[in-house]
């Protein structure tokens, strides 16, 4: 039997290139040798306020980028998190074996303390940027004792993702690494309180693209609700955002272009070109050798229009009567697993059985 792989993204803001080099790319890849089901969590993203609407469209929305990244609905299993209710339902259960002490260790969590929050919304409000201001202002209404009981829960929710499906391997970068270890430890407390029942997953890291850097504050993660959209290149930006974007990534002292850990704004770029052009990490350093800053950052550029213009295509060619189809298609297969494993947790807990 092939071995089984999950994964999934949450539908908010826009997707980026280190979400596709850390996560979807080797999604595409792996699927032609695991069984593969990946998730539009839709219910980890209300752990921060979403317009509802906005909410739909871009939960559908991620349906035709996964599919346009290479995911295959005919290989994989595609779905939205909602449409299997068993995700919330052994939420429930794991919440009841999981510590407050191992939720509170989470440092996701604890980057949305009061004093690194205060910190975004100076720097948004700085920046005048009306969307930022925005993001930074929802987080930052969420200090400790204000925040959403789903932020700290939010781990749980995503242990019971991925045990459901009895999962053997899980394609994330590298900041999920300690909700997997969380996800392993519940796995494991709960087959010894109550027999075997859950397959203990490996997390799958990219040795090369788990962590892609802000394009504009090398010492944080690319992401999606950077209140500086500078420092990120969104999958669906245009050709010349794309160039704008590289030209203003910040550098390093020096001028070499090399992979020297101690030269992290350069070391992330060419991390992207590596990436992208499938060169080993010595003909990188061997191409722009002599070369300035100016015309790697160029090159750069060019490499990732050419690389997102067949995707930024593909993208368009859904409609949301066959998203929906395949998405539809994609919860009656996950379901079916689902069911199963809650209905063996539901007996070994006691909530039903013979008796009842
Ligand atoms: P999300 O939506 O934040 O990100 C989706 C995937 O992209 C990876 N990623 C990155 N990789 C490299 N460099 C970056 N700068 C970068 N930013 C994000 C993430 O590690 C992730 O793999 N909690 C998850 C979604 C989730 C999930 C799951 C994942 C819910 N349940 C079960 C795996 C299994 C999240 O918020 O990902």
Same mark, same amino acid.
């Given at each position: 039997?092939?071995?089984?792989?999950?994964?999934?993204?949450?539908?908010?803001?826009?997707?980026?290139?280190?979400?596709?080099?850390?996560?979807?790319?080797?999604?595409?890849?792996?699927?032609?040798?695991?069984?593969?089901?990946?998730?539009?969590?839709?219910?980890?993203?209300?752990?921060?306020?979403?317009?509802?609407?906005?909410?739909?469209?871009?939960?559908?929305?991620?349906?035709?980028?996964?599919?346009?990244?290479?995911?295959?609905?005919?290989?994989?299993?595609?779905?939205?998190?909602?449409?299997?209710?068993?995700?919330?339902?052994?939420?429930?259960?794991?919440?009841?074996?999981?510590?407050?002490?191992?939720?509170?260790?989470?440092?996701?969590?604890?980057?949305?303390?009061p004093?690194?929050?205060?910190?975004?919304?100076?720097?948004?409000?700085?920046?005048?940027?009306?969307?930022?201001?925005?993001?930074?202002?929802?987080?930052a209404f969420l200090d400790f004792g204000n925040a959403g009981?789903?932020l700290?829960?939010?781990?749980?929710?995503?242990?019971?993702?991925?045990?459901?499906?009895?999962?053997?391997?899980?394609?994330? /970068?590298?900041?999920?690494? !300690?909700?997997?270890?969380?996800?392993?430890?519940?796995?494991?407390? $709960?087959? @010894?309180? #109550?027999? %075997?029942?859950?397959?203990?997953?490996?997390?799958?890291?990219?040795?090369?693209?788990?962590?892609?850097?802000?394009?504009?504050?090398?010492?944080?993660?690319?992401?999606?609700?950077?209140?500086?959209?500078?420092?990120?290149?969104?999958?669906?930006?245009?050709?010349?955002?794309?160039?704008?974007?590289?030209?203003?990534?910040?550098?390093?002292?020096?001028?070499?272009?090399?992979?020297?850990?101690?030269?992290?704004?350069?070391?992330?770029?060419?991390?992207?070109?590596?990436?992208?052009?499938?060169?080993?990490?010595?003909?990188?350093?061997?191409?722009?050798? /002599?070369?300035?800053?100016? !015309?790697?950052?160029?090159?750069?550029?060019?490499?990732?229009?050419? $690389?997102? @213009?067949? #995707?930024? %295509?593909?993208?368009?060619?859904?409609?949301?009567?066959?998203?929906?189809?395949?998405?539809?298609?994609?919860?009656?297969?996950?379901?079916?697993?689902?069911?199963?494993?809650?209905?063996?947790?539901?007996?070994?807990?006691?909530?039903?059985?013979?008796?009842?």
């Amino acid at each position: 039997m092939k071995k089984r792989i999950f994964s999934g993204a949450q539908p908010t803001g826009q997707l980026h290139i280190g979400n596709y080099l850390g996560a979807l790319k080797n999604w595409v890849a792996l699927q032609e040798e695991y069984e593969s089901f990946y998730c539009i969590v839709n219910l980890h993203a209300i752990t921060l306020p979403q317009d509802p609407k906005v909410l739909r469209q871009k939960t559908l929305d991620l349906a035709s980028i996964y599919l346009a990244a290479g995911i295959d609905p005919e290989k994989s299993t595609i779905f939205i998190q909602s449409d299997v209710p068993e995700h919330a339902e052994l939420t429930w259960v794991l919440s009841c074996i999981a510590r407050m002490g191992e939720l509170a260790r989470m440092t996701q969590f604890k980057d949305k303390s009061p004093r690194s929050l205060n910190k975004r919304l100076i720097r948004a409000r700085a920046s005048l940027d009306a969307e930022a201001i925005r993001i930074a202002e929802n987080e930052a209404f969420l200090d400790f004792g204000n925040a959403g009981v789903g932020l700290f829960t939010y781990p749980i929710l995503m242990a019971a993702d991925i045990l459901l499906y009895q999962t053997d391997l899980v394609p994330v /970068g590298q900041d999920q690494k !300690q909700h997997l270890e969380l996800t392993r430890d519940l796995a494991e407390r $709960f087959n @010894r309180d #109550f027999g %075997e029942t859950f397959v203990v997953p490996e997390p799958f890291i990219p040795p090369v693209g788990a962590n892609i850097l802000s394009l504009q504050d090398p010492s944080k993660k690319m992401s999606k609700s950077d209140e500086n959209a500078n420092g990120a290149i969104f999958l669906l930006d245009d050709a010349d955002t794309i160039t704008k974007k590289f030209k203003k990534a910040v550098t390093d002292s020096g001028t070499e272009i090399n992979f020297e850990p101690d030269r992290p704004a350069i070391r992330n770029l060419l991390t992207i070109y590596q990436l992208l052009t499938g060169k080993s990490a010595d003909e990188c350093v061997a191409h722009f050798d /002599g070369k300035g800053y100016g !015309q790697f950052k160029t090159e750069l550029a060019e490499t990732t229009v050419e $690389f997102l @213009r067949p #995707f930024q %295509e593909r993208v368009k060619d859904y409609d949301d009567a066959s998203l929906k189809s395949i998405l539809k298609a994609g919860a009656e297969k996950a379901r079916s697993i689902a069911q199963n494993t809650l209905q063996q947790v539901y007996e070994k807990t006691g909530i039903s059985g013979p008796a009842l």
